[in-house]
């Protein structure tokens, strides 16, 4: 019996079946990953489809399948299974995924420019659950559906993606990029958004007026054109109606993450849903107990990761970098230590090389931090796992761009018991 990796795998299944006739309620083709969006998200919420805008296309797809794989697949009777029924037939490998869906959810949430799921792990280990994700970078698509058993929605600006968005959830929440807004001046309102990334997350709140919204982006956003762009996105928000609350905040002084991590966390409140607002409040700071070396392999010996004489500054590093219990950089023209005892912020790009990259001696050399190791100066769950099928690089920039999960955890905690 083909399972849904099978089909994700089999190139003549993508040519012959998800290729063929699936259209979206504009009548423009539906691409493979969308089908595959429609899918996972449906055998994720299958107990509470009946509420789900997505629902109706995805039980079309799984009859297209169904019907496929009756005729190619002999003794296997299939076509005359309930929809639902055969849906865990076919999704019987991701039913089970490494952090299931809660049963009985206390609230609901959605996952925009989800990226690896770092909001989504804190919001489940909460009890709630996610009706719709969205993503768009493939690679990052495939890491959340490693783990989480669901490919998300792709392009979020689209109009036939917006319309896979449920109503009646609980929180928003979006690590949504930084576009630089182009004002000419300070004006208020929702229109000045337009043309940003921002506008599509104002958009769906508008729309679906969820009662809380949790935003996180770079601490820059705060100054980035002397305070006008945080002005135009704290206006907007307050436009729709909402209370805003905000506040930057470092992992390593709020979540007890070894990582000097700062960005500006935004959490807004619908006050006609949520009449104690005003209770909420942001974590206080916690002490730093963690180390470095709680993220740290030292028994990795993994070629790829070390640093050898074809760098062109090998001597410079071998000559400073001494200690086992620190960070080093190297600075374009010297060594820098990272005396906090800290990760550095990790970014995107360290999967390029060079400047800026994190380096560790070990009793094997000098390396970069493996994918792993920076997930988990994220503050991942050690069970998170990449999938081996996406490269290195694709992995250092997933992490790079990723949450730090044990503050957007604590933020969450007070969020929910507002709500």
Known sequence: ??????????????????????????????????????????????????????????LEIIEEVSEYLNATDEGNDIVSEPAVDYSYSLFSDIVHPRFPSVANP??????????IGGFRIALQSLGGKCVFSSEWDANAQKTYFYNFGEIPYGDITKESIKNCIPDGFDVLCAGFPCQAFSIAGYRKGFEDTRGTLFFDVAEIIKRKRPKAVFLENVKNLYTHDNGKTFAVIKATLEELGYVVYHKVMNSMEYANVPQNRERIFIVCFDPNQVKNHHQFSFPERTELTHTIHDCIDPEINDKALFYGAKFIHYEELKRDM?????????????????????????????????????????????????????INFQGYPKEYQFPTSIANSAKYKQAGNSVVVPLITKVCQNIISII
């Open 1 to 58: 019996m083909k399972t849904i990796s099978n089909i994700i795998l089999d190139k003549s299944i993508k040519e012959t079946l998800f290729l063929k006739t699936a259209k979206d309620s504009d009548g423009n083709h539906i691409t493979l990953s969308e089908q595959m969006a429609y899918l996972t998200h449906f055998i994720q919420n299958h107990k509470i489809s009946h509420k789900l805008s997505y629902s109706q296309k995805a």
């Open 106 to 115: 206390k609230f609901t949430f959605i996952d925009l420019f989800a990226g």
């Open 322 to 374: 001494v200690s086992m219990d620190t960070i080093y950089q190297w600075r374009r023209q010297y060594v820098r230590e990272n005396k906090s005892n800290v990760c550095p912020t990790l970014t995107a790009n360290m999967g390029t090389g060079g400047h800026n990259v994190p380096l560790i001696l070990t009793k094997y050399g000098i390396r970069k931090l493996s994918p792993k190791e920076c």
